[in-house]
């Protein structure tokens, strides 16, 4: 794994944000996490931040902008376009997923139920 890694990660169930910590937590305890419970809120600290996350992870379902809300407003803007965005969402739809990747995503994960299974998926992403 590289030498140092951040993650934002963007969703607005609580549970899931701790699920996610703790499972980077175990496959890399080097790796810095960020979270916000919303899409408005993370955009606004993207563009005023002086480095960018290595990778955001973005759920789709969440109030007031919603995933696919704020994955068009970083690929129109000079300077997060870069950004890895990887979709993180319990949707199956293949057809949704076909639509973040022409949109931009760099990835999508589908959502899974356990620790065991969300925690297996990371380490998959982040240890290719």
């Given amino acids: 794994m590289r030498d140092s890694i951040t993650v934002l990660y963007v969703d607005d169930d609580e549970d899931d944000i701790s699920l ?3 499972a980077l937590s175990r496959i890399d305890k080097s ?3 960020l979270s916000f419970t919303d899409g408005r809120d993370a955009l606004t ?15 789709i379902n969440m109030p007031r902008m919603n995933g696919k809300q704020v ?22 739809r293949e057809q949704e997923v076909m639509e973040f990747y022409e949109e931009g995503a760099a990835g999508f994960i589908h959502k899974k139920n356990s620790f065991e299974e969300i925690q297996s998926d990371l380490f998959a992403f982040f240890i290719q």
Avoid: C, G
């Fill in 71 to 92: 994955l068009q407003s970083i690929k129109q803007d000079e300077q997060l376009a870069a950004l890895p965005v990887i979709m993180y969402s319990t949707s199956r």
């Fill in 31 to 33: 790796i810095s996490f």
């Fill in 20 to 22: 996610f910590r703790r």
């Fill in 45 to 59: 600290y993207l563009k005023q931040s002086a480095q960018l996350p290595d990778y955001l992870f973005l759920d």
